[in-house]
């Protein structure tokens, strides 16, 4: 697959653009399959946010960006329809426009409904996730990231590195670089902190990062004393 994970969705020309570079198509050529669950996981959230996600009415540019179709796959439905239909639509489609909301929710779901297994299959698709759709994807999300304290702040590892997202969000006081600093210490793993104006993509096995805002990125610290 080919990556583009944002913190808040196509916000900029830039990001955009790499988008474009991904698809190697126009935007209005292209069908996309949203994928709103994450949205259901997340303890603050209500049913608004996944439907602003899919009717394109968020804050998020993603489902509104003039794709030539847009369909919907619930991932907790998928258990219960057959396999060979689901699995064709997936392979259909040119990209996967992924919620944010819960990372370890989505990391169940995606596992659970079988994505988490095709995922590697899919390799014309491009994946766009927005915050937890884009930190499901990495080895860890860390602890400041879980809303229960049940669950596992592991998720799928299908790239090398974690993220921290939302860095200096006018909203969220705690999304600091200072706090990006010290999630990162913890995990002791390479990792990335990004703005919402920035996106990280990652094109067979290669990442670079793309911005018209600020990031940083995290090298674990190697033995010594």
């Known amino acids: 697959m080919r990556l583009l994970l944002t ?4 916000k900029n020309p830039t990001i955009h653009q790499a988008l474009l570079d991904l698809l190697g198509k126009p935007v209005e050529d292209a069908t996309a399959l949203c994928i709103p669950t994450a949205g259901y996981g997340n303890p603050h ?9 899919i009717a394109g009415r968020s804050e998020q540019p993603m489902t509104e960006l ?13 258990p219960s329809i057959d396999r060979d239909r689901w699995v ?13 909301g819960d990372a370890p929710y989505l990391a169940r779901w995606m596992r659970e ?10 390799t014309g698709t491009v994946y766009v996730g927005f915050s937890a759709g884009s930190m499901v994807l990495t080895p860890r999300i860390g602890t400041d990231f879980l809303y229960r304290a049940e669950d596992d702040d592991r998720t799928l590892g299908v790239v090398d590195f974690s993220i921290f997202p939302h860095v200096d969000h006018p909203a969220l006081s705690e999304n600091t670089m200072a706090a990006a600093e010290k999630w990162a210490a913890e995990l002791g793993a390479p990792a990335y902190a990004i703005c919402d104006d920035t996106a990280i993509r990652v094109v ?9 805002g600020h990031w940083r ?8 004393s």
């Open 45 to 53: 959230g209500s049913p608004v946010g996944p439907w602003q996600f």
């Open 217 to 224: 990125y995290f090298q674990p610290a190697t033995g010594g």
């Open 7 to 10: 913190s808040a969705g196509i």
């Open 204 to 212: 067979d096995g290669e990442v670079d990062v793309v911005t018209e």
């Open 113 to 122: 409904s079988g994505l988490a297994d095709l995922l590697p299959s899919l």
């Open 66 to 78: 003039g794709w030539k179709s847009v369909g919907v796959l619930e991932l907790t439905a998928l």
């Open 88 to 100: 064709a639509w997936v392979q259909e489609a040119d990209v996967l426009l992924v919620n944010g």
